[in-house]
């Protein structure tokens, strides 16, 4: 089994930066593509943005995620990590961390989600 813890999440005002952060452990070499979701309130569950570490090549959800999010992956701790800037009150939401069994396979391993709420 593998775990995912993340953190890094809480309240920033509007334009502000944060560094989420993913965890893995147990059956780490199991794990293939990571990535960020996010379910912001009365909202469906959405893609943030995959690592795929093969190639090192990165996914993101929309253009407006690609110019503000990066993510990155520190194969040596088993870490992923989600750099936002530019924050804007439509990003507040739960963020989840989340991991694959195979390359581009499904989703099998979450995280509980850290919070993150923008707001001045």
């Known amino acids: 089994q593998v775990q995912l813890v993340e953190s890094g999440g809480g309240l920033v005002q509007p334009g502000g930066s944060l560094r989420l952060s993913c965890a893995a452990s147990?059956?780490?070499?199991?794990?293939?593509?990571m990535g960020w979701f996010r379910r912001r309130p009365a909202r469906e569950r959405e893609f943030v943005a995959r690592?795929?570490?093969?190639?090192?090549?990165?996914?993101y959800g929309t253009s407006d995620m690609r110019g503000r999010f990066t993510i990155s992956r520190e194969n040596a701790k088993g870490a992923l990590y989600l750099q936002m800037i530019d924050l804007k009150p439509e990003d507040t939401a739960i963020y989840y961390c989340?991991?694959?069994?195979?390359?581009?396979?499904?989703?099998?391993?979450w995280g509980q989600g850290t919070q993150v709420t923008v707001s001045s």
């Open positions: 690592f795929r570490p093969t190639d090192n090549s990165t996914t």
């Open positions: 989340a991991a694959t069994r195979s390359i581009g396979g499904a989703w099998s391993y």
């Open positions: 147990g059956h780490t070499s199991s794990v293939y593509d």
